[in-house]
């Protein structure tokens, strides 16, 4: 693994140097070489000091039972450990709300995985509008929901599906057999797209629609053994490539290998998580104690010690609604495993000349939380996504304010909606998972 450090640690050229896209330059040291060390071109293993055990304020909340403080307030069996202090739940004794149990889990299977709704299916076939000859390209294929709805809809029309996960993949493969030549899948992330498309002989201006469905898929969150939701006991991997690219680490690695500080920064950045030290201190004061944190469960137990209950029991997101209080720090190993923003990024300014021109090109994004919504909306207005955001009195008050600037007009795309849409309340309460989905659409100039 470390044979691919001196290329994977390009950050001139592979990071963008934002705020919400990376964290710029660092220079960390190599100690535990044992570990996967390639951490997505950002990071190194820094072994620094941790806070002491002796020393912690939440000490108490190891000898109480109340190892996960969720909602429920699910009280696990206890048992202790050889590590003098930490009281930890018995293996296989906490069920988080809405998780299987080992003999359910044993039973899953692929074929079994219940694949997701198409998130706000009728406002993209209304942006999207594909009729006979044209030529689309849904860049997250996924379970396949929003491809099918294309080709059922219009006989005639040819979809090309990208997925990174191989999963994904077979699915679009299996799908292409029913529609012969109709169905072209590809395996790559948003950055392999252009190289992809020049392999199947697409040309620039070639697509009359594009399709973005940023995030994880219901079919990846509903797998335990893939590590993205916190709701089901599995390992911590959170891989949207799977084993596709073994160099590639997991979530795992991630919080094993990485000190306190850099920790805090990747919960902050990309989870928006206000606790981001005090989370980061406790999965390092855990793994350095007891033993490096494996499952999804356990995380989600390790982060709970480090809030109250009254915390726990008040945790909302942005919207008001109720959430455990590990979903922030989930929501940032995931996009920070799979470096999310910036296959984003690069997937929008990859797919641009593909897209025909002169009002005809259409392109619909949903996304699914505001880091990914705020590079679709730079996007879309020609603002550098790494440009400092500014206050509407800030604009006013300066001296090159103008009226178009305040409206961010941009004379490569025309915005289709004024507003972001949101899903109907009829879909989310068919598909809860569409309660945080926006989309946001435009004709190609």
Known sequence: MLENLAVRLNFEN?????????????????T??????????????????????????????FTTGYCLHHPRGVKPKVQRSKVTGWVLPAEGSVDLPGSTTSDERSDVRNDEIELHHPVMLREVMDVLKPTENQVL????????????????????????????????????????????????????RFSDLDSLLKSSHVDPNHFDGVLIDAGCSSMQFDDPRRGFALSQDG???????????????????????????????????????????????????????????????????VVSLAFSHRQSEDSKDALGRRMHVATRTFQALRIFVNDELNELNHGLHAVKPYIRGGGCG????????????????????????????????????????????????????????KKVLYASDHEVSVNPRSRSAKLRAAFKL
């Open 14 to 30: 592979e990071l963008i140097e934002s705020s919400i896209l990376s964290f710029g330059k660092m220079s960390f040291t190599a």
């Open 32 to 61: 535990t070489p044992k570990i996967v060390v390639p951490l997505l071109c950002r990071f190194l293993i820094s072994k620094r000091p941790v806070v002491s055990w002796e020393s912690h304020s939440l000490s108490k909340a």
């Open 137 to 188: 390209l849904d860049m997250t294929f996924g379970a396949g929901g929003h491809t099918k709805a294309i080709l059922q809809s219009c006989p005639i029309a040819t979809v090309y599906a990208l997925d990174r996960d191989p999963v994904a993949h077979q699915l679009a493969v299996d799908l292409a057999e029913r529609y012969p030549s109709r169905l072209h899948p590809l395996l790559g």
């Open 235 to 301: 390992p911590l991997d959170m891989r949207m490539d799977g084993t596709r690219l073994p160099s590639n680490p997991s979530a795992a690695d991630v919080v094993n290998s990485l000190d306190a500080e850099t920790l805090a920064r990747i919960l902050k950045t990309y989870g928006e998580e206000r606790h981001a030290r005090k989370v980061a201190s406790m999965i390092v004061e855990y793994r350095d104690k007891h033993k490096p944190i494996e499952s999804t469960q356990e995380l989600a137990t």
């Open 362 to 417: 259409r392109l619909a994004v949903l996304t699914f939380h505001s880091l990914e919504d705020r590079v679709v909306k730079r996007f879309l207005q020609g603002r550098n996504v790494n440009e400092k955001g500014r206050s509407i009195h800030e604009r006013k008050n300066s001296s090159d304010w103008t009226a178009e600037e305040e409206e961010h007009k941009s004379t490569e795309w025309e915005i289709v909606h």
